[in-house]
């Protein structure tokens, strides 16, 4: 197998890295982070949490990433080529797994998306102004309540992975992913004066509650909330490291991914929280914090309509780039493994996800879908990914890879991390995942 990708690299580890984070950067670093952080306990919940991102950010991320550079495809060539190094078959099998994963969440996620696209252009149009969120809401959520939204989405996707990688992924990503972060900064900066109840938001993300941390579920939630922030499903990361080139150093590019994703999932908690309290609203709506909680804040601030533009505008990039990364990891499958020239294997699968999510549109039916892929087959496919990767190709070769592009030796500590302690967590997440339905 060659160890370059049919579809280039990325031109320059800045790419490769906001791309990365863009993948990564999502929902739930907008309304899960937050509302987690201050119900488990405020900043001690930043302990366990930054504790689990360094591991899975160190050896996770790295790992697929390296897996995808040394392969130079995605999870199924990738899983091939590891148990054929075994002398075994069935690793195309085990790669459809993770892929599947990425597939369902497009579907479901394209759908959210749209009502993203939808409600930015309520904000544009001033409509969001006036309307009740609720009802709003109620209406894009219906069966087949959002089909022009969620066809745009998806149209979108599709335009930026036909311009390829480095001229579409990479491009758009260098433009997308800092206008997220610039702007969501505004925002949060605009919070902060809103009025003295925003304090009370501060507090709920900040102040220490340490006894928070003698309570496991503390720990469960802020391993699978690392976990999923950064991605690390056997999937997405793996297409993305098959782009990147040999003379960039991984373990640099997967720590520089980690603290980006903090750092946004930060930012955000200090646009959102904080104005939900300012407003005596509750952090602990869930999803509908975006869609509404949210329109009620920026319908009594000051200046909200500019502030609303900036904020959704600030989302529909999350969730664009990171659509990007899934539609990608599937229409690379299709180009290799069905033939199928770049072009058509990127709308084939635009359309794919868009004909299936045509039917989960309405609001109960998406929450469904979406809790079956999240629960089961992401989280199988992740710990497939990890054992594949650590256990079957081994940890000799993915420490070979890794240690291309970087001069420091890679310490044998990752050895004992990766197989003794990443995989038995990967695995673990899947139980806790099934048993508390859903840990991110």
Not at 22 to 40: C, D, E, H, L
Not at 254 to 260: E, I, P, Y
Not at 397 to 406: P, V, Y
Not at 418 to 436: E, Q, R, S, T
Request: hydrophobic share 50%; aromatic share 12%; net charge positive.
């Amino acid at each position: 197998m060659k160890n370059e990708n049919q579809n280039g690299t990325f031109s320059s580890k800045l790419g490769f890295v906001l791309a990365a984070v863009g993948s990564a950067v999502g929902m739930g670093n907008i309304w899960m982070f937050p509302y987690k952080t201050g119900q488990y306990g405020g900043a001690a919940f930043l302990i366990p949490y930054c504790l689990f991102v360094i591991l899975f950010g160190s050896i996770g991320l790295s790992g697929e990433f390296a897996f995808g550079r040394l392969t130079g495809t995605g999870p199924i060539g990738s899983y091939d080529y590891s148990l054929k190094s075994r002398g075994k078959k069935g690793g195309a099998f085990l790669g459809a797994i993770p892929l599947l994963g990425s597939m369902g969440i497009a579907i479901g996620y394209s759908v959210i998306v749209g009502w993203v696209l939808r409600t930015f252009f309520s904000s544009v149009t001033g409509s969001l102004m006036t309307e009740v969120p609720e009802t709003a809401f109620a209406n894009m959520t219906g069966n087949f309540g959002s089909i022009p939204w969620h066809l745009a989405v998806v149209i979108i996707t599709i335009i930026i992975l036909i311009g390829g990688i480095s001229e579409g992924i990479e491009k758009v990503n260098k433009i997308m992913m800092p206008t997220f972060f610039v702007l969501f900064v505004v925002v949060a900066i605009r919070v902060a004066f809103l009025n003295s109840d925003a304090l009370l938001g501060y507090k709920y993300l900040l102040i220490p509650k340490w006894e928070y941390l003698k309570n496991p579920q503390t720990w469960i939630m802020a391993m699978g909330q690392a976990f999923f922030s950064l991605s690390v499903t056997g999937s997405g990361m793996i297409i993305y490291g098959s782009y990147l080139s040999k003379k960039e150093n991984i373990l640099h590019a997967a720590g520089m991914t980690s603290f980006l994703d903090t750092c946004a999932a930060m930012v955000s908690g200090f646009a959102v929280i904080p104005a939900v309290f300012a407003f005596g609203l509750d952090p602990a709506a869930g999803p509908p914090l975006i869609f509404h909680t949210l329109p009620r804040v920026f319908q009594q601030m000051p200046a909200g309509r500019l502030f609303a533009i900036l904020f959704f505008i600030s989302v529909l990039f999350a969730g664009i780039t990171s659509l990007a990364n899934m539609f990608e990891v599937c229409s690379e499958a299709a180009q290799k493994h069905l033939k199928l020239p770049r072009n058509l294997a990127v709308i084939a699968v635009g359309a794919i996800v868009f004909a299936a999510g045509l039917f989960i549109e309405e609001e109960s039916k998406l929450n469904n879908w979406m809790n079956i892929v999240s629960i089961y087959i992401v989280p199988i496919g992740a710990a497939l990914g990890a054992i594949v990767i650590f256990w079957v190709l081994g940890t000799k070769k993915i420490k070979e890879e890794l240690q291309i592009g970087r001069e420091k030796t890679i310490s044998n500590a990752f050895d004992i991390l990766a197989k003794y302690v990443y995989v038995p967590i990967a695995i673990l997440v899947v139980i806790l995942g099934i048993m508390f339905g859903g840990i991110g």
